[in-house]
């Protein structure tokens, strides 16, 4: 059985991200992490996230 982390609060839609999205979601998955929840903010980032 392979173990999975969730991050369940990641501001995915911060200006760290930023043109980084790819290579941070690559980082996140060797990591171990399988999946990232990212709490709604702000209305007009939804369709970003």
Do not use: W, Y
Not at 1 to 28: K, N, V, W
Request: charged share 20%.
């Amino acid at each position: 059985m392979i173990c999975r982390f969730i991050d369940t609060h990641c501001h995915f839609d911060f200006p760290p991200f930023s043109g980084d999205e790819e290579a941070s979601l690559q980082r996140a998955a060797q990591a171990g992490v399988g999946k990232i929840i990212v709490p709604a903010t702000e209305a007009e980032n939804f369709a970003r996230v």
